[in-house]
C-alpha cells in the first residue's frame, strides 16, 4: 500500500506512516500539526531518530519535573536563562541540577515520550519532508518494530484497534520473515506466545486467537494491529493476497 508524503492522519494512522518510512528508507523530517500543536520527527534512513514538540507540557523541562528529576528552583533558574542556541538541558548541566549521563537518558526519554503520544493521534496533519531535518547529538537507538509496538501498545482507542485488527472474523497467519522482526521488537512473554500461536501454521480468526491467548481480548486485537503493521503476521485468507498489501507500506511521491 502507497502513502503519500502529505495527508490526514484520520485516514493514514500515525503508526502506519512510521512502517512506511521503515520500509521506504527514508530521511527529513515528518511534521505532524493538530490545531495549535506541532511535533516534528527526525527520521535517519527510515529509522525515527529524535522528536520535538510545540506543546508546552510535552517540553523536556515539564517532564523533569514531572518525574521529579529536578526541583522547581532549579527549573525555573535554568529556564530564565533560555535564549538563542541556549537549551534547557544544558543549562540544567551547567548549573549542577543533571549530570551529563543524566542529560543523556533525559533527551532519549524526552523523544519517546512525544513519540508514544503521537500514537494517540487519530486526527491531524502529517507531512514528510525529504532532507528537512537536522542532525542531533544525541538520538534513539530503537528500532523501528520496537518503537511501533511499544506505542501501539499505549492507544486504549478500542474504535482504531478494531480497525486495526479487522474484527472478531478477521483471519491471520506468521509472516516469512517474523522472527527477524520480533527479535527487534522486543515482545512480552505473553506477546511471543500469542506469535508462537500463529506459527503453529494455517490461517487464524481474531476470535480463536483471544480464547487461546493468555492476554485479554482487548490486548489480543491491538497486539494483532500492531503484528500487521510491523509484519509479523499477514491478515486475510491465504488465497487473498490483496489483503496483504499493509505489509508492503511504501511512501510515494
Known sequence: MAFPLEGDLARFDFAEVVQALHHSRRSGLLRLTRGLHTKQILVEQGRLAFASSSDPDERMGEILLRRGRITLQQYQTASAALGPGRRLGTLLVERGALAAGDLVRAVVDHSQEILWAAFQWSEGHYKFEEGGGHPEMITLRMSTPEIVVEGLRRVTSWSRIQRGCGGAEARYRVA??????????????????????????????????????????????????????????????????????????????
Open 176 to 253: 516469512a520473515d517474523a522472527l527477524a522482526i520480533a527479535e527487534q521488537a522486543r515482545l512480552t512473554p505473553a506477546e511471543s506466545e500469542l506469535l508462537l500461536v500463529l506459527s503453529a501454521g494455517g490461517d487464524w480468526t481474531v476470535g480463536a486467537l483471544c480464547e487461546r491467548s493468555a492476554l485479554n481480548s482487548f490486548e489480543v486485537c491491538r497486539t494483532l494491529w500492531a503484528y500487521r503493521v510491523v509484519g509479523l503476521a499477514v491478515r486475510g485468507a491465504a488465497e487473498a493476497l490483496p489483503e496483504d498489501e499493509g505489509l508492503d507500506l511504501v511512501l510515494e511521491d
